[in-house]
C-alpha cells in the first residue's frame, strides 16, 4: 500500500525522478524494503487519535473480571504483596 502525500508535503518533480531511477536499479527485495521505509514514515507522522491511555485499557481488563472472582482478590494486596507473590508470613499493621 503506497500512502499518497499528504496536501502539505509535495514532492518536486526532480526529487520524484531521482527516486524513480534508484528505485529501478534496485533488486526487487530492496525495492519492498524502502517501500516499508515509506510506509513507515507515513505512519508515524499521522496523529493517533484512537489510542486508549492505560486507565481506560485496565478499566476495561478490569471490568471482564467477573464479581464474584473479583469478591475474591484480596483487598490488602499493597501492603500484603510478598505474602501473595512469595508466600512470606502476613506483616502486621
Not at 4 to 20: G, V
Not at 48 to 77: F, N, Y
Amino acid at each position: 500500500m503506497i500512502a499518497q502525500p499528504s496536501e502539505s508535503a509535495t514532492i518536486q518533480p526532480t526529487t520524484l525522478e531521482t527516486i524513480q531511477t534508484h528505485l529501478h536499479r534496485l533488486a526487487p527485495e530492496q525495492q519492498q524494503q524502502v517501500l516499508d521505509f515509506v510506509d513507515f514514515l507515513a505512519q508515524r507522522t499521522q496523529p493517533q487519535t484512537s489510542e486508549k491511555s492505560l486507565w481506560d485499557v485496565l478499566d476495561e481488563v478490569a471490568d471482564s473480571i467477573p464479581i464474584e472472582e473479583r469478591d475474591k482478590m484480596p483487598t490488602d494486596g499493597s501492603y500484603q504483596h510478598d505474602h501473595y507473590l512469595y508466600g512470606t508470613p502476613k506483616r502486621e499493621l
